[in-house]
């Protein structure tokens, strides 16, 4: 299975500012997917990130709220703007590698909005 | 669309005890199912899986069988340890032209000496 690097593993952030989050898979994987993790709660597909086109995000998630970038097929960043305390969650990466491997995630990055 | 649900935690075991957690499925298609579990402070990590209708994932003393008929994929250990305490998701992907992994809410588990 792919192994996921993903950094920061934690910050605080002050609202309206803005934090990107990178991750860095040891392999080329053809899909990326974001997630959130509010807390206390289960995890919620932000976007799925493709390489050389635009991102797919989900119902009630908009680009102008989390840019993603694909540049390649081993790394992605998202980008959460204009934060405010509700964007406090553990935002996650992850791949699939087939059906063999199932779907791997990034240790997570543990957001905090003050 | 498609969707899970899980049996509503905390549930709270003591060692050595049967446990079930249960999970039932909404999808069009035929899914993928699988289990992931978070321990306390820790990602999410790969528990077992199963690709059709029939078969069994297992993986530590976990099992689940995917049963088309009753759309389920209950999570079974036959002897809970302390260390199993985690929070357990059950998900799907339909493997589409989307792969998108939908899960469900989640089912904290705590195992008492």
């Known amino acids: 299975s792919a192994v996921i690097s993903q950094k920061p593993s934690r910050d605080i952030c002050q609202r309206g500012t803005s934090l990107t989050i990178q991750c860095q898979v040891d392999?080329?994987?053809?899909?990326m997917f974001w997630y959130r993790q509010q807390p206390g709660q289960s995890l919620t597909l932000i976007a799925t990130?493709?390489?050389?086109?635009?991102?797919?995000?989900e119902s009630g998630f908009v680009i102008d709220k989390f840019p993603i970038s694909r540049p390649n097929l081993t790394f992605s960043t998202l980008t959460v703007s204009n934060m405010s305390p509700e964007d406090s969650s553990i935002y996650l990466c992850s791949v699939e590698k087939g059906v063999d491997y199932g779907y791997t995630f990034g240790s997570g990055t543990r957001l905090t909005v003050v | 669309g498609d969707s899970v649900t899980q049996m509503e935690g905390p549930v709270t075991l003591s060692e050595e005890a049967f446990l079930t957690i249960n999970c039932t499925y909404t999808a069009t298609g035929y899914p993928s199912l699988f289990w992931y579990v978070q321990y306390p402070g820790e990602g999410l990590q790969l528990l077992l899986k199963a690709t059709k209708a029939d078969d069994k994932g297992s993986n530590k003393g976990f099992e689940a069988t995917y049963r088309k008929e009753t759309t389920s994929f209950h999570l079974e250990k036959g002897s809970v340890q302390v260390s199993d305490s985690a929070v357990y998701f059950c998900?799907?992907?339909?493997?589409?032209?989307?792969?998108?992994?939908?899960f469900g809410s989640g089912t904290r588990l705590l195992v008492r000496p």
């Open positions: 392999s080329q994987v053809t899909m």
């Open positions: 990130a493709n390489q050389g086109s635009e991102a797919t995000y």
């Open positions: 998900a799907l992907s339909e493997r589409d032209s989307s792969y998108k992994l939908i």
